[in-house]
């Protein structure tokens, strides 16, 4: 399996068919920039031995991944991985030299200008670091913007805009100009302009990296909720990896320009592909992480089986007080099937494996 296709997951598990379906995607900046993707030996070079060859720069290469309908998708790396360039290839905000992008199955990159246009006002939205917000508008008005472009009627995109201010946590501010507000509420209006054209995907790009730690939180929190109450499908972009643990229902790890590794978290922490990802998740709390699917053992012959039952999907930490307090191991049980067994030994190896890193 060619590295930007990884992704660990269950054998036969059945996946909707995606609402994005990336495949093969470069972007590469540079003199005569089309001729790299298609060259077998330039696609070999590293970043720097392209750029000193041919004087470009490969800043997405052979990209590949779904996303599920309603899924929270999160494409994760450090600066310079890729990912910010990567979602606006997306939208054509920044044109992709080669590969295919389908949107509920209509390649994007064959779209024409008009088409465009439509998909960028009625399919997906994007939400940025930088606000973007007009400042002599006052949030309602900033909020109904993009519907005004859309030619829909005042009083239409009026009620459209009071509905997001509820949803998103703005109400009594919908007079307020964007310097009256602090940065998270600010947020909240990009976020509420995104929704209010009822879009069927959201695109974040790094959008909660400026704000203080307690109001990225509270963001985080928002975007869950959110997605709680809308089920809108989400593509995020972050470099934090506990924002992606956080948000993420899969996440996809970037390193210059590559894809490394497309999985669920805990797929991430207990199973990562190489010493890159390994890094990178070393200092996650293994037990906020990681599910009894992968500390269970089999049943020995002295074992009792006669302890309570929990899924194989539990977290670690969600399981401790059950285990430790059950007089047998608790058994991992999933449609009826015994899959294995989890006892004190494996909680703790868990817990003091994640205090020792400490």
Partial sequence: MAAQDVEVG?????????????????????????????????????????MERTGCTAAVREVGFDVAPGEVFVVMGLSGSGKS???????????????QVLFEGEDILAADAKRLRELRRNKFSMVFQHFGLLPHRRVLDNISYGLEIRGVPRAERSRRAMEVVELVGLSGYEKSYPDQLSGGMQQRVGLARALAGDPDVLLFDEPFSALDPLIRRDMQNEVIRLHREVGKTMLFITHDLAEALK???????????????????DELVGAPVDDYVRDFVRDVPRANVLTLKWIMRDPRPDDVLDGPELGPDVVVR????????????????????????????????VVAGQEADA
């Avoid at 470069?26 to 392209?50: D, I, N, Q, T």
């Avoid at 360039?85 to 590969?99: I, S």
């Avoid at 996440?251 to 894809?259: A, N, P, S």
């Fill in 10 to 50: 269950p054998v036969g598990a059945e996946r909707p068919d995606p609402v994005i379906s990336v495949r093969d995607v470069w972007k590469v900046f540079g003199p005569k920039a089309e001729g790299v993707p298609g060259s077998p030996e330039l696609c070999a070079l590293s970043r720097r031995e392209l």
């Fill in 318 to 349: 969600d399981a401790t007080r059950a285990v430790l307090a059950a007089a047998a191991p608790v058994k991992v049980v999933e449609n009826g099937e015994l899959l294995g067994i989890v006892g004190d030994e494996e909680i703790l190896a």
């Fill in 85 to 99: 360039t990567l979602v606006r290839c997306l939208t054509r905000l920044v044109e992709p030299t080669a590969g």
């Fill in 247 to 265: 948000l993420g229902d899969r996440i996809l790890i970037m390193r210059d320009g590559k894809v490394v590794q497309v999985g669920t978290g």
